[in-house]
Nanobody, 119 residues
Framework: QVQLVESGGGLVQSGESLVLSCAAS????????MGWYRQAPGKQRELVAT???????NYADSVKGRFAISRDNAKNTMYLQMSSLKPEDTAVYYC?????????????WGQGTQVTVSS
């Protein structure tokens, strides 16, 4: 069973940076797309960034130019580098990973990590 564990969240001030990590229990080489969602209190879950198995990133407009997603297959870890953080980035951040087996896509989720940005 695949397990994803996020880390790196915390409390920062506006303009500061954080790096979130998403460590997989097994090899992420077998994963297709991976990515990050976030959910703020009272708001819908928002897709923040994705990265394909080939390493091609994509970003929500709200974070484009400030966040960078990457994956290190050798370390079985995905990262979200967040810079120029704003109070509106405050949310619980969840990582996910898609794995295709026998033409079926299974999506695995992490438990979430809290990011709080103070003004």
């Amino acid at each position: 069973q695949v397990q994803l564990v996020e880390s790196g969240g915390g409390l920062v001030q506006s303009g500061e940076s954080l790096v979130l990590s998403c460590a997989a229990s097994g090899s992420i080489f077998s994963f297709d797309a991976m990515g990050w969602y976030r959910q703020a209190p009272g708001k819908q879950r928002e897709l923040v960034a994705t990265i394909t198995g080939g390493g091609i990133p994509n970003y929500a407009d709200s974070v484009k130019g400030r966040f960078a997603i990457s994956r290190d297959n050798a370390k079985n870890t995905m990262y979200l580098q967040m810079s120029s953080l704003k109070p509106e980035d405050t949310a619980v951040y969840y990582c996910y990973a898609d794995q295709t087996r026998y033409s079926l896509v299974n999506r695995y989720w992490g438990q979430g990590t809290q990011v709080t940005v103070s003004s």
